[in-house]
T-cell receptor, first 113, second 111 residues
Framework: GQNIDQPTEMTATEGAIVQINCTYQTSGFNGLFWYQQHAGEAPTFLSYNVLDGLEEKGRFSSFLSRSKGYSYLLLKELQMKDSASYLCAVALNYGGSQGNLIFGKGTKLSVKP | DGGITQSPKYLFRKEGQNVTLSCEQNLNHDAMYWYRQDPGQGLRLIYYSQIVNDFQKGDIAEGYSVSREKKESFPLTVTSAQKNPTAFYLC??????????FGEGSRLTVL
C-alpha cells in the first residue's frame, strides 16, 4: 500500500523557523508536492521537488531525499498568517495528469505571538 | 481572472436525494479532479478526467458520478448510494502532471 506520514500538529512562535517533515513509502515516485491550506479554504501550491536537494522560494524551502523517502518544508520568519495546514503529496508515476497523486493527512501549524 | 469556480459553497441535502456540485474552470486546463476531504484525513480522489468525454475512477468513486462534456466543466453528482456524503468537496485542475489548482470548495451536509 501507499503510505505518507506527517506530524498531525505543530506549534511555533512568530518570527521563528519551523520544519515540517514528511516521510513516504510508495510503489512509485514522480515528485513530491507541498500545499498550504487555511481552515475552510482551498489548498494552494507551495513547492515541488523531483530531484534530491533543497528548493528555496522566499521564506519557504522544501527538501527531498529520494533514497530516504523523506521531505521537509522549512518556513522561516514565521508570521501569524502562516497558521494553516500543510499537505504533503506524492505523485506515484508519470502520467498525463495527477490521477496518481497521494496526499498525506496534513500538518496543522499554529503560530503563536 | 482565471480560476476555478465551485458552487454552491454550502449545500444541505436530505437522505435519499441526489445532489450535483458544479465546477467550472477558465484556465484552459485539460485535466480536472474531484477530491473529498474529511477531518483528520488526507484528500481522497473521487474521479478525474484528462480530456473531454473521458474520466476515470479514483480511490473512492462509489456513490458518485461525473461527466465531462466540455473542457471547462466537470460536475460531480453525489447520489443516494453514497453512504456518508457529508464532507468538504474540492474540485481541481492541472496542466498535465503539473501542480493542482483548487476551487474554493463545496461543503455538503446531509440532514
Amino acid at each position: 500500500g501507499q503510505n505518507i506520514d506527517q506530524p498531525t500538529e505543530m506549534t511555533a512562535t512568530e518570527g521563528a523557523i519551523v520544519q515540517i517533515n514528511c516521510t513516504y513509502q510508495t510503489s512509485g515516485f514522480n515528485g513530491l508536492f507541498w500545499y498550504q491550506q487555511h481552515a475552510g479554504e482551498a489548498p494552494t501550491f507551495l513547492s515541488y521537488n523531483v530531484l534530491d536537494g533543497l528548493e528555496e522560494k522566499g521564506r519557504f524551502s522544501s527538501f527531498l531525499s529520494r533514497s530516504k523517502g523523506y521531505s521537509y518544508l522549512l518556513l522561516k520568519e514565521l508570521q501569524m498568517k502562516d497558521s494553516a495546514s500543510y499537505l504533503c503529496a506524492v505523485a506515484l508515476n508519470y502520467g498525463g495528469s495527477q490521477g496518481n497523486l497521494i496526499f498525506g493527512k496534513g500538518t496543522k501549524l499554529s503560530v503563536k505571538p | 481572472d482565471g480560476g476555478i469556480t465551485q458552487s454552491p459553497k454550502y449545500l444541505f441535502r436530505k437522505e435519499g436525494q441526489n445532489v450535483t456540485l458544479s465546477c467550472e474552470q477558465n484556465l484552459n486546463h485539460d485535466a480536472m479532479y474531484w477530491y473529498r476531504q474529511d477531518p483528520g484525513q488526507g484528500l481522497r480522489l473521487i474521479y478525474y478526467s484528462q480530456i473531454v468525454n473521458d474520466f476515470q475512477k479514483g480511490d473512492i468513486a462509489e456513490g458518485y458520478s461525473v461527466s465531462r462534456e466540455k473542457k471547462e466543466s466537470f460536475p460531480l453528482t453525489v447520489t443516494s448510494a453514497q453512504k456518508n456524503p457529508t464532507a468538504f468537496y474540492l474540485c481541481a485542475s492541472s496542466i498535465g502532471a503539473g501542480a493542482l489548482f483548487f476551487g474554493e470548495g463545496s461543503r455538503l451536509t446531509v440532514l
